[in-house]
């Protein structure tokens, strides 16, 4: 099985940027789909933006044209860019591996202050 360690969260002002990363613990090239989902307090767990083997991509409607995934095989990472980040978009933020199995890694936080 493979374990997803997720970095790169912290605060924010809106209108700011981060990057999120998602380091597994083997080879993520056979993988079928990875994402990212969020979830903020009291609120079910949401999709953010996957991407599958074949680099296809899929956003949440209210992080298109703000946020982009992306990622490596050779380094075996999922990256998630975000920018013009707002106040709403406040959340854990989960990566997810899902081939036929689905894993979570254990969140990282992503607060926005406006």
């Known amino acids: 099985q493979v374990q997803l360690v997720e970095s790169g969260g912290g605060s924010v002002q809106a209108g700011g940027s981060l990057r999120l990363s998602c380091a597994a613990s083997r080879s993520i090239f056979t993988i079928n789909r990875m994402g990212w989902y969020r979830q903020a307090p009291g609120k079910q767990r949401d999709l953010v933006a996957t991407?599958?083997?074949?680099?296809?991509?899929n956003y949440a409607d209210s992080v298109k044209g703000r946020f982009t995934i992306s990622r490596d095989s050779a380094k075996n990472t999922v990256s998630l860019q975000m920018n013009s980040l707002k106040p709403e978009d406040t959340a854990v933020y989960y990566c997810n591996a899902a081939s036929g199995w689905s894993l979570w890694g254990q969140g990282t936080q992503v607060t926005v202050s406006s």
């Open positions: 991407i599958d083997i074949s680099g296809l991509t």
